[in-house]
């Protein structure tokens, strides 16, 4: 089967980004983090809606909870959202905001726990990145990152990946199951030979790493060893994040920046868009809500 990229609807996300798809609903979720807003398409029937969290959010990334709504990471910190109401619950800024900090990426762990980073808006090496429990206590699992982005766990849970935009850097780390706990940080892979930043991330059923590049408009898929499998091709040039999804878990969803971010980035007609693609004869892995 050929490959194929498809842009779906015309949206044009200021930063597209946090693509999760939901098993339980059979639907794609997204944000546009610097509109505040959250989006949910059936795409069997192409239903769509969309929720504005609220006034001077910016939303890093956000995860389905259990027993409904969604736990966001925003710039006021950890907060729960009531899709029928549209109300905001604040939970805590861990350890208190620094200067010029904000939380950005985050995804859920195989035991509903949400691991979730910040980043720094002048690219100071500063950024800290925390574990949420179910009961809401939020334990700091490390430090010195400048953008933490694309978390996301190898199919055993035993690894924990994630990327430090700002040094074109994908980290592993190993992951205690039981405990949360994080342990034993390495390079798992350097991009700039690819000519992109690693930004969001996915993980496939056999524990392959699938990266967005952005800046390079390319896909990259690497081994759990930090080998390049694959680059693909893809329209967006600011590609930022990678999620599998479909009735068989076989598609891949990309999200994209659109914005020019303050003259940091040059988009192209392409990027804002969410996209799919097909063919790629690859599975991914189910992802757990956060069970608070």
């Avoid at 429990?133 to 334990?139: G, N, Q, S, Y």
């Avoid at 694309?150 to 980290?171: A, E």
């Avoid at 920046?257 to 007609?269: H, K, T, V």
């Amino acid at each position: 089967m050929a490959v194929t990229i498809d842009r779906i609807g015309n949206s044009k996300d200021q930063i597209g980004e946090g693509p999760v798809w939901d098993c339980a609903e059979g639907v794609l979720y997204r944000i546009d983090a610097e509109r505040g807003e959250i989006f949910r398409l059936d795409p069997a029937s192409g239903a769509a809606r969309s929720w504005t969290v609220a006034p001077a959010r910016h939303v890093g990334s956000f995860a389905l909870r259990k027993g409904g709504g969604a736990l966001l990471a925003t710039n006021h910190g950890l907060e729960l959202f009531d899709f029928e109401s549209g109300r905001l619950s604040p939970i805590d800024y861990p350890e208190g905001k620094l200067p010029h900090t904000r939380f950005n990426d985050g995804k859920v762990d195989a035991r509903g726990r949400f691991v979730v980073g910040e980043i720094n808006l002048k690219g100071e090496t500063i950024g800290r990145f925390y574990r949420l429990d179910p009961d809401l206590k939020c334990t700091r699992l490390g430090a010195g990152v400048a953008c933490f982005n694309g978390p996301c766990f190898s199919p055993d849970g035993r690894t924990l990946y994630f990327s430090d935009t700002t040094v074109d850097t994908i980290f592993a780390c190993d992951y205690d199951v039981d405990s949360g706990a994080v342990s034993n940080r390495r390079v798992l892979v350097k991009t700039t030979e690819l000519g992109g930043s690693p930004d969001g991330c996915t993980v496939d059923a056999e524990g392959r790493v699938w990266s967005a590049l952005v800046r390079s408009g390319q896909v990259g898929c690497f081994t759990p060893e930090g080998k390049v499998e694959r680059l693909i091709k893809v329209p967006p040039k600011h590609v930022s994040s990678t999620m599998f999804g479909g009735p068989n878990l076989d598609q891949l969803y990309i999200t994209s920046i659109g914005s020019a971010l303050g003259g940091m980035l040059q988009p192209n007609e392409a990027d804002g868009g969410l996209y799919v693609i097909r063919g790629l004869g690859v599975k991914g892995k189910p992802e757990p809500r956060f069970a608070g």
